[in-house]
């Protein structure tokens, strides 16, 4: 049994609502769909975000490593071989964590898939609904208090607020959406690396001493900055979460090294798939840090992927995997599917796709 093809499908769909944080504003997903086909004709799927301002990856840098790169190499291999095929995919070449991601997860699709079983399956869980928390974009005090009453009417319980675009007015954003869904939300604060540390301590403290009830506070400051990190993290008392300051194992032994954070935020985008991030999962949870798991502005493809392992593995804090509720069109047929606040796993063999949505996608082969 070998793989016998390799395939990449370039993918931009549009969001239902725009998509703002301090570092960027999207209207689109765009993102490669790497597609790997065995000799019995079946397909595993895997994908690869583009996010210039987070990971730097590209569309384009992830095909051309796929084709170039990656693809070649798997071409007339076992697929069977999971373990060793995922390994010489890390080891193939030096970043490129979007690429390595979409072909792990397709890897990983694949084997499931030829097992007959679902990827949660292969991963060592049963669980085909995973809870996740829904983004309010940045804005002003008045549009975040409104989406943060429309996402409750949707269903959600956890609200993560985009914030670190001016600390000076962070504090009033956070008290009114405290104010427009009251005390039953569970609300947590992403500032994408916009505070300086001592910002960063202020407002927090602001927060504390209004007695908002926030959950975490994700990346406050600038992700190279891990004594800024564990700066602020001495002095407030809402647990700390890293997201931008950790892709890899290396970073996140300096996190722990450092006690520069509570928890970590481990996206497949990030460290290069579903075989490095059970690695920082474990790592994690053995030095006593909460987990999360997140993922980029992605699709049903790597939210598929991202939820199965938290169905499998379990996290210390509610996913972060609401990416492709934003999505006006899935890109793909089958997959996941949103219940509310909940991801719903199919219960079909690997992520349960069966093919791309060609007429909106652009196939390369
Ligand atoms: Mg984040």
Redesign the pocket.
């Known amino acids: 049994m070998t793989i016998s093809a390799v395939r990449t499908h370039r993918v931009s769909a549009p969001l239902h609502t725009p998509f703002v944080t301090a570092l960027r504003r999207t209207t689109t997903v765009d993102t490669l769909v790497v597609e790997l086909v065995d000799s019995d004709g079946r397909s595993g799927f895997g994908e690869a975000p583009q996010v210039w301002q987070v990971t730097g990856a590209s569309v384009a840098g992830s095909e051309a490593c796929v084709r170039e790169l990656l693809g070649p190499r798997l071409i007339g291999r076992d697929p069977d071989d999971l373990v060793a095929r995922c390994a010489e995919v890390q080891r193939a070449v030096v970043g490129n964590e979007a690429a390595k991601t979409a072909v792990d997860v397709a890897l990983h699709d694949l084997a499931a898939r030829r097992l007959g079983v679902p990827l949660v399956r292969l991963l060592g869980g049963t669980s085909l609904r995973v809870p996740t928390d829904v983004t309010l974009a940045a804005g002003d005090a008045v549009d975040l208090a409104a989406a943060a009453r429309q996402r409750r009417a949707d269903g959600f319980g956890v609200l993560k607020l985009k914030v670190g675009t001016d600390a000076a007015g962070d504090l009033d954003r956070v008290r009114a959406v405290r104010a427009a869904v009251g005390p039953g939300t569970r609300i947590r604060l992403?500032a994408?690396q916009g505070w300086t540390p001592r910002e960063a301590v202020r407002v927090i403290r602001g927060i504390e001493d209004a007695g908002l009830d926030v959950e975490l506070v994700?990346?406050p400051v600038v992700r190279w900055d891990l004594d800024g990190l564990a700066w602020v993290s001495d002095r407030v008392s809402v647990p700390i979460l890293a997201?931008?300051a950790v892709f890899g194992v290396r970073d996140l032994v300096e996190v722990i090294r450092r006690r520069a954070a509570d928890l970590v935020?481990v996206k497949l985008a990030k460290c290069g798939g579903l075989h490095p991030a059970r690695t920082l999962l474990d790592l994690a949870t053995a030095h006593g840090l909460g987990t999360v798991v997140?993922s980029m502005m992605e699709s049903q493809v790597g939210i598929g992927a991202a939820a199965s392992l938290v169905a499998a593995y379990g996290t210390t804090a509610v996913a972060d995997l609401d990416a492709a509720w934003w999505l006006a069109w899935s890109p793909v047929q089958g997959g996941i599917r949103y219940d509310g606040a909940t991801v719903v796993l199919p219960d079909a063999p690997g992520l349960g796709i069966s093919g791309l949505t060609e007429a909106k996608v652009q196939a390369h082969s």
């Open positions: 992403d994408n994700e990346q997201d931008e935020n997140g």
